[in-house]
Structures are given as structure tokens and as C-alpha cells.
């Protein structure tokens, strides 16, 4: 008996460790690393911008699982982020600041003062006013963005190149910009990883799960919620940031909220609260819409009654499915 | 008598027209077990979230350990040492029993802004839960998810959770009911450990479990006491006999 009981200390339910849980990262991550080698025989410069264009959103989605699927927090303004960040980068280039590491600092600050102030007015709402309240956000930012006359209003901002590493153009180099992303992306899942184990991470999935009880035993239910409302705000503004350089270019439509629509997507079609399978959707979503937008004109036609198809019938989404779709509470 | 650990005055709240905490005035001393009963509807379940914190009162003061909680949330109020179980049994069903308690242990020691560190690995969290656990019978299943165990062991299972807290006051909204007999047994044992420990308010409908297990009876109807004292005097008292206690008390 207390045998049982010390191995049921030394065993929580859910082991961090199954090497089921931690295949399917390490493929997923050493196929991205892998990558420029295999395109290195093909149409290098595509696949690696596309490479980089999918990993840029799969950290937003990363971020966006971080809230939804560990917090039940539906954003549908998770695309404003993307928009600060690379706005954040478009305007200090335009000011002539080209240093990444600010322009990426600037980026996160700004994401997160976002995140922290809207956060603080939705956090308090549930259910559909919260996903109504942060389209309402979203589009906030999307409007301010359109009347930014002095950068590009809605016709955008092109940006003059690059940011600098050190002060050298390392970024230029598309190769080196794709090792750049995987690392932030590698960095993004990491640490989304560990705060979701760690106490804080802990609070919030229990907090997901009942929120009463939780404020019963002590915790305050809207803080937790708000700081990792920040966090992810700041992750995705990240992302934001590399989409900006990837594509020397800035928009309003980054911001628009068929995109929070489709990290939501992403979220969902690679299965909620795995990390991971943010990732998963993300290339999968990407991967789709190019392939089925080169075969035809009305491509969303077949796209939408696809991924309906996989919601319904995917428990867990991709991650569901190459986990042989079982699936712990 | 001793300061009261807890002490209401002129607590009151309507729903609409229907007032369901009629000016209620009440107090636990340290060591009390007060009981609370009254027919269904007479308030006892709200009047328990008023002092919990998940509903605010419209009027009157509630004081807890000498501080004034009127205004405090329902989070703040039980970092202070108030710990509840609630009448429809309120558990994180995708987390292990072990994690259960261990989260009401993990609010009351340390940041939970932590962003490092595997929480379900923490030790000294696991060894305190773990303790909690046997107190209430519930060790040997620790690691089962809590969605999974049976009514009597979730109840159980609600103890363990108030006891992790450390708490000062124990506020119980009917822990027995919907239980076997058996287990309501065990629970009704279970309480009068606890009893003379923890400062306790104690809900339920269970006669035989309040009469014996009581310091103090108070008897809300319709959102008023009408009788409050020790248990013979409260079965005596003719108010109670002719509104609520009737034929059981006969
Ligand atoms: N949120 C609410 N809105 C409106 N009326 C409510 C609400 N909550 C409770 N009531 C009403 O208040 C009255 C008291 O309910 P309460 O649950 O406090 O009773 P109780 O004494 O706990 O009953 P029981 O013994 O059945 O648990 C009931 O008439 C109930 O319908
Ligand atoms: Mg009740």
C-alpha cells in the first residue's frame, strides 16, 4: 500500500516524459532542420520562403494553442499581434533603427503592452462576449494600422531591407533567415512547454477545466488568465516581427480578421493543447492552401468541408491522429 | 466565549423579488462545528456562497479572523483560511486526485508565477497533497483523474482539498450528500476527527449526522433563523418542530 502511494508520487498522471509525447516534436523538428539540405537539390529559394513562412505562423499558433488550448481563451484578434510586431519592425526601419534585436525587443514590448491592456478589459468576459470583444480589438488595430498614413496607410509599408544582426546583413541571406526562424520557433515551443508544466502552467490548465474551484482553493483566476494573455501576445508579436523581414513588407492585412480566423484553424486542425500540433496545422494549413490555390481558382471551395472533415472526425486534430488517436482528458 | 473565527450581521441577498438571505446573523467560535440546516430552499447554499465569496452579499458585514471580507473575492477570502466544499461536487476532472491537492497546496505556498520547473514533480507539493489524501481514506488513489473516481471518493476527495489549505474555517455544503450509506458513514467519522480542530460550518441534511455531530444548530427558513442554540434546545425549540423538523423530530 504505501508503495503504491510513494510510486504515485513519483508518477504524475500526465508524464511530461512519454516518448510518445516527445517523437513527435523531435520529427517534426529535426524534418525542419533537415529541410534546406533536401531543397538544397530543388527549388531552394521557394521552399526555404515557404519553409520560413510556415514556421513564422507556427509560432503564432504556438502562441495562440498557449491560450486556447490550455486556457479555453477563444482570441479572434490573435492576428493583431502578428500586425504589431511587424509594424513594430516596418516603423523602426522606417525610422532607421535596423537592428534586429531591438526591432524584435520593440516588437515584443509593444505586443505585450497590447496584450496587457486589451487583455485586461477581456479577460473579465467568457464564452463569445471574449471571442467578440477580441475581434472587436482586432479590428481596432487593424483600423489604426489603415490610417498610418505616414507609413503606408492600406496600400502598406515596404521596408528598405532586412533587419541587421551586429550590424551586418546577415539576415539577407535566406538561408540563415530560415535557421533564424526555426530557432525562434524552436525558443517559442521550448518555452511554451515549460511554462505549461511549471506551477503557472499548471494553475492555468486547471484553471481551463474549473474555474470556481480554482478560485476556491486561492488562485486569482483573471490574473493567471491576463499573464498568459500577455505571453502569448508577446510570442506572437515575435512572429510578426520575422514576417515583416521575411517579406521586407508591411500591411494592415496582416491584421485582418479572416487571419485570426485562420491561426484558430491552424490551432484546431493540428490539435489543441499539445504545442506541437500548433505547429503541425500551421504546416498544414500552409501547405494546403498552396498546393490547392496553385490547382485551382476556387480552392477554398474544397478547403473549408476539408478542415470541417478533420474537426469533426480528427480527435486531436493531426497530433490526434499520429498519436494513434487517443487522447488523455 | 472566545473571538469568533467567523461572524456575520445582518447578511441579506435577493434574487429579484425572492429574498434569499433575510438579515442573517451568525458565528462560528474557533473549534466550533456550527451546523446550518433548514428545508431545501431556505437559503443555506447561498448563504454559503456569500461567506465563500462567489456571490455578494446586497447588505450587512461578514468579519473573518477579525477582518472585515465583506468586499474581498472569493480567491482572496481563501488565501485568508477560508476553504469550502461545495454541494454539487466541484473538482478538476482531467488532473489526478494527487494534483487536485496539490494544487490547493501550490496556492497557498510560493508564487504560481512560476514559469519554470515541473510543477507535478515538486515534492514537497506532492508530499502535503499526498498527506491530505490519507486523512481522508483517498492515498491508495492518488493517481486516479478525478473525473474518474466515485461520488463518495470526490467528496472525499473536496475534503482533502479544503484540508490542504490549512485553513482556519471549513465551510461544508452538504459533504454527504448523494453518498452510500457506507460512505456517508465513513464521512460522518471523518468529521468528527476534524471536529474540534478546524473552526467548521457544516450544511446538511442529514439529522443524525448534524444532531451528533454538532456544537451549535442554526435553522434557516425562508432566509431567516428562526432558531439557533445548542442541538437539545434547537430540537426542543417548538418554531422548529412545527416548521421543519416535524414528524423526525416527533
Ligand atoms: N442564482 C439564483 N438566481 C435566482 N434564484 C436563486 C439563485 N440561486 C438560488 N436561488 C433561489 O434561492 C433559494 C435558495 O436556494 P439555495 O440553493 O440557497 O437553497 P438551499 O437551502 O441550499 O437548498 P437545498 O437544501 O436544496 O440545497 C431557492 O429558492 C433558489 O431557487
Ligand atoms: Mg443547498
Known sequence: MSADIAQAVRTPLRRPLDPRALAVPLVVFAALALLPAAAAFGATSYVLSLGARVMIFAIAAISLDLILGYGAMVSFGHAAYLGIGAYAAGILMAEGVDDALLGAGAAIAASGLFALVTGYVSIRTKGVAFIMITLAFGQMAYFVANSLSEYGGSDGLTMASRSTLLGLKLLKNDL??????????????????????????????????????????????????LVAYVIAGMIAGLSGFLLANQTEFVSPAYMAWQRSGELIVMVILGGMGSLVGAILGAVAFLMLEETLSHLMEHWKVVFGPLLVLVVLFVRGGLTGLLAGGKRHG | M???????????????????????????????????????????????????????????????????????????????????????????????AL???ALAVQARSGSSFRFFGNAAREAALNAQALEALETVALAARADVPAGLLSHGEKRALELAIALAM?????????????????ESLKLVALLASLKGRYAILLVEHDMHAVFSLADRISVLIYGRIVASGAPDAVRADPTVRAAYLGEEAA
Open chain 2, 2 to 96: 472566545a473571538e469568533p473565527i467567523l461572524g456575520l450581521s445582518g447578511v441579506s441577498k435577493r434574487f429579484g423579488a425572492l429574498v434569499v438571505s433575510d438579515d442573517v446573523s451568525l458565528t462560528v467560535a474557533p473549534g466550533e462545528l456550527h451546523a446550518l440546516i433548514g428545508p431545501n430552499g431556505a437559503g443555506k447554499t447561498t448563504l454559503i456562497h456569500q461567506i465563500a465569496g462567489s456571490l455578494a452579499s446586497d447588505a450587512g458585514r461578514i468579519g473573518f479572523c477579525g477582518r472585515d471580507i465583506t468586499a474581498l473575492p472569493m480567491h482572496e477570502r481563501a488565501r485568508l483560511g477560508l476553504a469550502r466544499s461545495f454541494q454539487i461536487t466541484s473538482v478538476v476532472p482531467g488532473f489526478s
Open chain 1, 176 to 225: 540563415t533567415f530560415y535557421y533564424v526562424v526555426l530557432a525562434c520557433l524552436a525558443g517559442s515551443y521550448l518555452l511554451c512547454r515549460a511554462v505549461v508544466a511549471a506551477r503557472f502552467g499548471r494553475a492555468l490548465r486547471a484553471i481551463r477545466e474549473n474555474p470556481v474551484r480554482m478560485a476556491a482553493v486561492g488562485y486569482d483566476v483573471e490574473r493567471i488568465r
Open chain 2, 99 to 101: 494534483e487536485n491537492v
Open chain 2, 166 to 182: 490549512r485553513p482556519k474555517l471549513l465551510l461544508l455544503d452538504e459533504p454527504m450528500a448523494g453518498t452510500g450509506r457506507e
